[in-house]
């Protein structure tokens, strides 16, 4: 089983992800897309499982932070990516991709039952 945690190291949500899968003896791999990047095919990839509705993160500081009009464009899957890719803060965090799939946010009782614990 191959997992890897994408986030931002500082983040509170990542702390606790990362800590519940520690804790739980979960190996995996972290990936902080401020310092490694973030790249289309990865949001590709994540779109696959996620809405882009869902992973864009509209109620952060980051969003918040933009512009009217650039939050206003933001209408399908290629807007979202583009902006994401612009602003990797702006992706819901954390993204954990599991065997290749993928699920954002945290919550222990979504982390339990992904893996059966």
């Not at 490694?36 to 590709?44: I, K, Y």
């Not at 009217?68 to 399908?76: F, I, L, M, Q, T």
């Amino acid at each position: 089983m191959t997992i890897t945690l994408y986030g931002i190291s500082n983040c509170d949500t990542v702390k606790k992800a990362r800590g519940w899968l520690a804790d739980n003896g979960i190996d995996h791999v972290f990936h902080d897309f401020r310092k490694s990047g973030v790249t289309r095919p990865m949001l590709e990839a994540w779109l696959a499982d996620i809405p882009w509705e869902t992973l864009l993160n509209r109620r952060g500081t980051s969003w918040r932070g933009l512009p009217e009009e650039r939050r206003n464009a933001v209408g399908s899957a290629d807007d979202a990516i583009a902006l994401m890719l612009e602003t990797p803060s702006l992706i819901k965090r954390p993204v954990l991709v599991r065997d290749g799939a993928a699920c954002c946010g945290y919550s222990e009782s979504q982390y339990r039952d992904l893996f059966q614990r």
